[in-house]
């Protein structure tokens, strides 16, 4: 089965930066998207980023461009996700999520929904 681990959350004060990771096992093809999603108290869950694993496209929702990079390490089975500039509203557990798919628009997938998570890791952004 495929497992995630997402880590890497904690409390930060506006303007500082943190670094999430999301390790992935137990799938049974090379050709996947890993997204990252958040939810904040009373609120929906919503997209941040996304990656092709088959070609390394990326995908930032517009929260987040510019602020937030996610990258991966291949030969980890690791996907990370750099916070930077982080604002109060970025306050939410982050989850790491998985689908199997062969193309570049990770972000159609996210919209769609994913298939496997993680549990979440809890950022805090104090004002």
């Known amino acids: 089965d495929v497992q995630l681990q997402a880590s890497g959350g904690g409390l930060v004060q506006a303007g500082g930066s943190l670094r999430l990771s999301c390790a992935a096992s137990g799938f049974v093809s090379d050709d996947y998207a890993i997204g990252w999603f958040r939810q904040a108290p009373g609120k929906a869950r919503e997209g941040v980023s996304c990656?092709?694993?088959?070609?390394?496209?990326?995908y930032s929702f517009d929260a987040v461009k510019g602020r937030f990079t996610i990258s991966s390490a291949n030969a980890e089975n690791t996907v990370y996700l750099q916070m930077n500039s982080l604002k109060p509203e970025d306050t939410a557990v982050y989850y790491c999520?998985?689908?199997?798919?062969?193309?570049?628009?990770?972000?159609?997938?996210?919209?769609?929904?994913?298939?496997?998570w993680g549990k979440g890791t809890q950022v805090t952004v104090s004002s």
């Open positions: 999520a998985l689908s199997y798919y062969s193309g570049s628009n990770c972000r159609r997938v996210a919209l769609a929904g994913m298939d496997y």
């Open positions: 990656i092709s694993r088959t070609d390394g496209s990326t």
